[in-house]
């Protein structure tokens, strides 16, 4: 373990379970740019391998320290880190995600520069399918909102959403100061969103990087978010959150405008993770939650709210429910296509060659997503003949005609959003099987 006088960012790792992931997890904390850091891992009664690893990795790093508690409240986890941590910031790390490398240099870097309450930055979602890793990044914040000091006390009507709260460092004196802790309810369900809240609110001043630095695993299928028992978790979650608000004796219009709007925001969410009797179980509590709210709902319509969740509080709830179906229904069938998409080009045999039929945003958008196969791909085609012999990275755009004389054998794969089917049939015509014909589905 190093002095205390050279920790400066204590970074707490909550476990429960997690021997699949919690080497990589581990790994991406030690391999930082940023050493001066102690990793509190707090283990809460795992009944897997996750103790043994913890011990292995516990003797090769004196950095980390293990704290065994057998409460496995997602919240107690982390305030017993916050008040056990020595570092100047705080950080969290759930063991099923991982830092990039230089992610607390960049942070540690604002906070020693700018000296705010918060530093945060975006993240990377990622998810595997037969050993492919697939990523797309997501922005927290608006465009103006980064790379610059926010003085969050002095405009609160500016408040920004703090969606994600590992991606960030906290001052442990401001946690201290404003006796910010998360909700201790039972299990691992959504006790960060009274956090976020409470933190958006109560900084003096945060600042935003506009690079990705954490990486969110969206494909853990024991994951908290996944586990259909917890229907009206997050109803009793934003109760929390208004006792708090009370407490602290806050009235400005703005904030609560903004727990109302964060409330059926979520609502509305969730119901989109749930199915059968969870989802109703939900939809029953929205229904009695909203009428109880009318009146403040009412009261701070001045403030606006954004169209999804003004529909969540003016549409009478028979007519949210037919809403949500129709948009859950789209959702699954998105996403199960997708599925299906990825698992097939992922599946294919190592030495099958690959045409990309379509060279418009769709198809360099194909490009771009599937850099993995890249060495697969052996021409582009299109059939906008001013396309034809264009360069398309390092392939060449060719005529269908000359991609079926050349690559008979070769898996289509069909990148266009309008001309789908006229291109499968222009394909089938041409004498490719139906087993060789795929649709790019993301």
């Known amino acids: 373990m190093p002095k205390e006088a050279e920790i400066m960012i204590t970074v707490i790792v909550t476990v429960h379970n997690a021997e699949k992931y919690l080497r990589e997890c581990l790994d991406s904390v030690l391999g930082q740019t940023f050493p001066e850091l102690e990793i509190l891992c707090m283990d809460g009664g795992s009944m897997d391998e996750s103790p043994e690893i913890l011990r292995q990795y516990a003797m090769k ?21 916050i008040e056990e941590a020595q570092g100047e910031y705080i950080a969290v790390l759930e063991s099923d995600d991982m830092y990039e490398p230089f992610m607390l240099e960049k ?20 998810y595997d ?13 608006q465009k103006d909102d980064y790379n610059r000091l ?56 945060s600042y935003h ?5 954490y990486l969110y695993r969206i494909d853990n299928p024991d994951s908290s978010m996944h586990d259909p028992r917890k229907t009206t978790v997050i109803a009793d979650e934003h109760e929390f959150l208004k006792k708090e608000l009370e407490k602290r004796g806050i009235d400005e219009p703005v904030i609560w405008h903004n727990a109302y709007r964060w409330k059926y925001r979520d609502f509305r969410g969730n119901m989109h993770h749930l199915t059968g009797q969870y989802r109703m179980e939900l939809f029953a509590r929205y229904r ?8 403040e709902l009412e009261r701070y319509r001045m403030n606006g709210y954004e169209p999804f969740v003004r529909e969540m509080i003016e549409n009478t709830p028979d007519d949210m429910k037919r809403m949500l179906e129709c948009e859950i229904e789209e959702q699954m069938s998105r996403e199960s296509r997708t599925y299906r998409f ?9 030495h099958a060659r690959v045409i990309l039929f379509g060279y418009g945003k769709r198809g360099r958008a194909a490009l771009e997503k599937l850099k993995f196969m890249e060495h697969r791909f052996c021409a582009v085609t299109d059939n906008d003949t001013g396309l034809w012999g264009c360069e398309a990275g390092e392939k060449r ?38 087993e060789r014909i795929i649709i790019y589905c993301m």
Do not use: C
């Open 288 to 295: 009695e939650e909203l009428e109880r709210d009318r009146e």
């Open 107 to 126: 942070l540690y870097e604002a906070a020693e520069k700018y000296h705010p309450d918060i530093v945060d930055a975006d993240y990377t979602n990622f």
């Open 61 to 81: 790093d004196d950095r980390i320290r293990i704290i065994n508690d057998p409460n496995t409240s997602y919240g107690h986890k982390v305030n017993r880190g």
């Open 129 to 141: 399918i037969n050993g492919v890793r697939f990523t797309y990044v997501t922005q927290m914040y």
């Open 150 to 205: 926010m003085k969050n006390r002095e405009h609160p009507e500016r408040m920004r959403d703090i969606s994600r709260f590992w991606t960030g460092i906290f001052l442990k004196d401001f946690l201290d100061r404003e006796q910010i802790r998360m909700n201790e309810s039972e299990g691992a369900s959504y006790q960060d969103m009274s956090f976020r809240f409470l933190t958006s609110v109560l900084a003096e001043t």
């Open 342 to 350: 990825l698992e097939e080009v992922t599946g294919l045999d190592s």
């Open 209 to 213: 990087l506009d690079i990705p630095v």
């Open 397 to 434: 755009v060719i005529s269908p005609d000359e991609a079926v004389s050349l690559y008979p054998q070769a898996y289509y794969l069909i990148a266009n959003k309008n001309n789908v089917k006229d291109i499968h049939r222009q394909l089938r015509e041409s004498g490719i099987p139906e």
